[in-house]
Each structure stands twice: as structure tokens, then as C-alpha cells.
């Protein structure tokens, strides 16, 4: 089973509007964090946020928060008041674990695209 | 940012030929990890390393090897270039305490 699904297809938001990325993941450790990282088309990875199983409230970080909700093993995007530089390929990973064999493992990415 | 380079960032070489990519990191992290991206396949853990001369084999680590001799710089070999080895090639670096990787730029490899 993939332990990170991203399976929304190409998405498309207006200019100013909110937008949600799904992820959804899998895994038996009580122990793991989730990441959701941007790759512009210029090509490097921009980590946005992060959500530790542990923690009690849901991340923010600026227009960025990640909605966590644990019984549902879903950690969606949320990306408010959207702009053009939003557009982007973005990519939920997660950990497991901790330690020296704690390791990042990446969904397929979803495609941002935000029209004027 | 973690100070990490990537070269070379742009290689075409021809199958059955060894190649090798660097990484190059100036903070001192603990931490670092050799991915390729492909299309449909986001990015897959080539092979990582927790310390000096400390490696291990990730998800995709046929074909490949790494070595660490210093912490600031770790190595990724293609022993024998296949043109599966195509990809987009990225090193990424984490501090022991902190959950985040740090990206480099990426290397673009082509095996003709």
C-alpha cells in the first residue's frame, strides 16, 4: 500500500481564492510527521509545513495551514488567499519514526495552477 | 537555507559509463540523503547517510552507490549509467534535531 496518496489531478484556483490539497497517508507508527513541500517549475524544493502526530493543533505557517485530521490519516493543504506565484507542483511527505532510519517518503505531487 | 550545492547541475553522458554527483553542504548537518525524481513517481530515497562513513540503502538504490568521507560532502555513483538513470537528481540535508530537509538544486542527468 502507498503510504502517501495524492490523487487529486491537475488543480485550479482563482486568484485570491482558498484552495485544498489532499493528502492522505498510511502507516502503524504512533510516531511520524508530515511535510508538504513546493517545487516551482524552476525546479527546487521549498518545504512549507509541518505536522507532528503529536501535536495537538493544526500547523500554520502565513497562508499555509495544514489541516490534520489524525483518525482520518489526512493531512490536506490548505493554502489561503492564493496568487499567481502559488502555481506550482506541490508534494506531501512523511515521516516515520525518529532517529538515524527515519526517512522521508513523498506522495506523486498535486499541480497548482492559479488564474488571474 | 542549509548552503547546499549540487554539481554538476546539468550532465548528458552515455549508457554504460560511471558517473558521479556531488553534494556539497556548509552547515555542518548530520543528515543527508540522495533522491531522483521522476514523473509520476514524485521523489523516491536513492540512499542516505547519518554521519561519516555511516550509509544506508533507501527505496531505489540498484545501480547506485554513496560514499561520506567528510560531513560537509556526500557522493553519489552510477556505477554503470542506464538510461533508467535519467532523472532529476536531488541531495537534501537535515539537522538532528529538526524535522525539515533541506533541498539543493538538483542535478538534471542524461544517459543517452
Known amino acids: 500500500a502507498q503510504k502517501i496518496t495524492q490523487t487529486q489531478p491537475g488543480m485550479f484556483v482563482q486568484e485570491k481564492e482558498a484552495v485544498t490539497l489532499d493528502c492522505t497517508y498510511d502507516t502503524s507508527d504512533p510516531s511520524y510527521g508530515l511535510f508538504w513541500y513546493k517545487q516551482p517549475s524552476s525546479g527546487e524544493m521549498i518545504f512549507l509545513i509541518y505536522q507532528g502526530s503529536y501535536d495537538q493543533q493544526n500547523a500554520t505557517e502565513g497562508r499555509y495551514s495544514l489541516n490534520f485530521q489524525k483518525a482520518r490519516k489526512s493531512a490536506n493543504l490548505v493554502i489561503s488567499a492564493s496568487q499567481l506565484g502559488d502555481s506550482a507542483m506541490y508534494f506531501c511527505a512523511m515521516r516515520e519514526g525518529a532517529g538515524a532510519n527515519s526517512k522521508l517518503t513523498f506522495g506523486k505531487g498535486i499541480t497548482l495552477s492559479v488564474r488571474p | 537555507d542549509a548552503g547546499i550545492t549540487q554539481s554538476p547541475r546539468h550532465k548528458v553522458t552515455e549508457t554504460g559509463t560511471p558517473v558521479t554527483l556531488r553534494c556539497h553542504q556548509t552547515e555542518n548537518h548530520r543528515y543527508m540523503y540522495w533522491y531522483r525524481q521522476d514523473p509520476g513517481h514524485g521523489l523516491r530515497l536513492i540512499h542516505y547517510?547519518?554521519?561519516?562513513?555511516?550509509?544506508d540503502k533507501g527505496e531505489v538504490s540498484d545501480g547506485y552507490s554513496v560514499s561520506r568521507s567528510k560531513t560537509e560532502d556526500f557522493l553519489l555513483t552510477l556505477e554503470s549509467a542506464t538510461s533508467s538513470q535519467t532523472s532529476v537528481y536531488f541531495c537534501a540535508t537535515q539537522r538532528e534535531t529538526y524535522n525539515e530537509q533541506f533541498f539543493g538544486p538538483g542535478t538534471r542527468l542524461t544517459v543517452l
Open positions: 547517510s547519518y554521519g561519516v562513513k555511516d550509509t
